[in-house]
Each structure stands twice: as structure tokens, then as C-alpha cells.
């Protein structure tokens, strides 16, 4: 029986491909892959741990307006990290809004320049 292996990439679709290459880079600290190949429209590829983030310029079918506030209660992108607090800092300093995690866990959500969701989970041992 095949099965899976693991995640490979996460898409996402983006309005504006150096808006959020900028969000990525400097508050998520994730690396831009040089990798991706033309393709027929703008975007990107970042380096996500072991997978990647591919940002999409195309158009969006969602809404991006009207999506509830806390992103625990939309659709998101879950990742580890070691300490929660140089996150905060950057979201701060670049006056990006995010909420605590509602289920006691160390973790936060914020949303990129396009309202894509994310938590940021502080991972304990």
C-alpha cells in the first residue's frame, strides 16, 4: 500500500509577490529557495524547515476581507518554533497584529499581508 511520506510545500496565493516575500523573510525568518522555476507567473518559493512556502501571484477566488479576527478559527498553517518571543518582537515592531492561542498552548496567530492565517507553536521538551 503506498503511503505518505511527509509534507513537501504549502501554496499560498499572494497579490503582491515582494510584499510578501518581505513579511516572510523578515518577520517569519524563513529563506527564499532560488529554485522555482518560471512558471508563467510571478511568485516565490521559501525554504519552510524540511519543506517549502510557495507564494502564488494569481488571483485570489476567497475573500479577504470579513475573516475572523483570531486565526485559530479560520483556516491556517501550523508551524514549530523554538521561542515564541523574537516573533513577538518582530510583529510588534512591524505593527502586525496577532492573538494568543485560546487553548493554553504557548502559541500565536497573525496573518500575512493577504490575510493568510498562520500559528506559530513554541515547541517544549
Known amino acids: 500500500m503506498n503511503q505518505v ?3 513537501h510545500h504549502v ?3 499572494v497579490a503582491d509577490t515582494a510584499r510578501a ?3 516572510y523573510r523578515e518577520v517569519l525568518g524563513l529563506a527564499v529557495d532560488d529554485s522555482r522555476p518560471i512558471m508563467g507567473f ?3 518559493w521559501l525554504t ?3 519543506c517549502q512556502l510557495h507564494l502564488l501571484a494569481l488571483p ?3 475573500p479577504v476581507d470579513q475573516r475572523p479576527v483570531h486565526g485559530g478559527r479560520d483556516r491556517h498553517t501550523a508551524v514549530s518554533v523554538a521561542d515564541l518571543e523574537p516573533f513577538i518582537h518582530r510583529l510588534d515592531a512591524a505593527k502586525i497584529p496577532y492573538t494568543m492561542s485560546r487553548s493554553g498552548r504557548r502559541a500565536l496567530f497573525c496573518r500575512d499581508p493577504d490575510g493568510n492565517a498562520w500559528e506559530l ?3 517544549t521538551d
Do not use: C, H, K, M
Open 5 to 7: 511520506l511527509g509534507l
Open 11 to 13: 501554496s499560498l496565493l
Open 21 to 23: 516575500v518581505r513579511f
Open 42 to 44: 510571478d511568485g516565490a
Open 48 to 50: 519552510l524547515g524540511d
Open 60 to 62: 485570489n477566488p476567497d
Open 121 to 123: 507553536i513554541e515547541q
